[in-house]
């Protein structure tokens, strides 16, 4: 089947603007995760989904950014006032529940803040 | 708390070369550990995994052995090829939904 997908796949925007970035977890997996890859660093946890609750925001990393997840599906990071800092790859896995199971990576967002 | 270190890169190999990639971490509990790797243009994908200790994870030619006492989770192959080129992600998650990464570790393999 379908794996995890996200939209756009690059995003170049100026900084001030806001952004959203789309995540498709694979179907019929209620947990959602976002991480951020930032240039020459490892992954950062952001937010997790269990259904379209999110048990732990802890990872953001303002108050610009924000997450939601519909129908138990679909999720939306939105970054508002976007800095350069920002700039980095937006990943999104999903897996089939929030623990002991394997997270599935979508192919991330590049984001490019000027 | 939790934390996964894992050496430098890049790793240059010739093909053929058996490869090692060290993973140490440091966790309370008992985590399950992973190994990620993300090609080149690619999205990350999971190569491995082990979930308790003295498990083996091992997938196209790979392994990984879930060492308590060391607290290590050392990548191996046997005999590389140009086409394992990528970067590989160690990774932890522990009682929590949490992966907690590793910086990764670029190898490059040489004809």
């Known amino acids: 089947g379908a794996g995890v997908s996200q939209s756009p796949s690059n995003k170049v925007t100026e900084k001030g603007k806001d952004v959203e970035l789309r995540c498709d977890p694979i179907?019929?997996?209620?947990?959602l995760y976002w991480y951020r890859q930032s240039l020459g660093q490892g992954l950062e946890f952001l937010i997790y989904?269990?259904?379209?609750?999110?048990?732990?925001k802890s990872g953001l990393p303002s108050d610009r950014f924000s997450a939601e997840r519909t129908g138990g599906s679909v999720s939306t990071l939105t970054i508002q006032r976007t800095q350069q800092e920002d700039s980095a790859v937006y990943l999104c896995?999903?897996?089939?529940?929030?623990?002991?199971?394997?997270?599935?990576f979508g192919p991330g967002t590049r984001l490019l803040v000027l | 708390g939790n934390s996964v270190t894992q050496m430098e890169g890049p790793v240059t190999l010739s093909e053929e070369a058996f490869l090692t990639i060290n993973c140490t971490y440091t966790?309370?509990?008992?985590?399950?550990l992973f190994w990620y790797v993300q090609y080149p243009g690619e999205g990350l994908q999971l190569l491995l995994k082990?979930?308790?200790a003295d498990d083996k994870g091992s997938n196209k030619g790979f392994e990984a052995t879930y060492r308590k006492e060391t607290t290590s989770f050392h990548l191996e192959k046997g005999s590389v090829q140009v086409s394992d080129s990528a970067v590989y992600f160690c990774a932890l998650r522990d009682s929590n939904y949490q992966l907690i990464w590793g910086a990764g570790t670029k190898l490059i393999i040489k004809p």
């Open positions: 179907s019929g997996h209620t947990a």
């Open positions: 896995a999903s897996s089939l529940a929030g623990y002991g199971e394997t997270q599935y």
């Open positions: 082990a979930t308790k």
């Open positions: 966790a309370t509990g008992y985590p399950s």
């Open positions: 989904f269990q259904g379209n609750s999110a048990p732990d």
